[in-house]
């Protein structure tokens, strides 16, 4: 089954510890992307990245960092420096189909910090 | 700049009733691409529709139809005989090339709630 995975579906961390979570995609999709959905709200871009070596940031990227060493994979480091890190993260990954934009998401993690 | 409003924050419907969801989009892009999601409890966005900016002619599919308006800016959904399953929040989502990302720009979505 071709799709996005993430792991783990929920995490716990105590406060001033770096936690990375999972993204991994086998749709051959060349660009990756990070949300964070709080309570009530939409989702807010992070970080993206487009190509394999190369990421940029989104809207929200203070307290966190990425990596893309592998075309598959995309994990998300959320350092002790992010203030609220207790949320609900999406990984998305998308491609040029025709003139057409395929997005998809993971299932989420969803990260309790206390 | 872009930007996507979903002016209606939460709807409550009965069994059966229509309900249609608002979205108002912002973009200076002549090509675009604009999504609907559900989210449902358990979490996962589940997609719905993609629609190109070029392509205005609206969509239906089964209880589901969107309505696509360039001069209004607006890319409503409606459900037609709602039903208990169709209680969800779902999100509008806009996505342009204004910095070649063609990053997900979304809502802050609508919940519904279709009582029994």
Known sequence: DGGITQSPKYLFRKEGQNVTLSCEQNLNHDAMYWYRQDPG????????????????KGDIAEGY??????????????????????????CASSMWVGQSLEQYFGPGTRLTVT | AQKVTQAQTEISVVEKEDVTLDCVYETRDTTYYLFWYKQPPSGELVFLIRRNSFDEQNEISGRYSWNFQKSTSSFNFTITASQVVDSAVYF?????????????????????????
């Open chain 2, 92 to 116: 509008c989502a806009l996505s342009a090339p204004e910095d070649s990302s063609y990053k997900l720009i979304f809502g802050s979505g609508t919940r519904l709630l279709v009582r029994p």
């Open chain 1, 65 to 90: 960092s990425v990596s893309r060493e592998k075309k598959e994979s995309f994990p998300l480091t959320v350092t002790s420096a992010q203030k609220n890190p207790t949320a609900f993260y999406l």
């Open chain 1, 41 to 56: 709200q939409g989702l807010r871009l992070i970080y993206y990245s487009q190509i394999v070596n190369d990421f940029q």
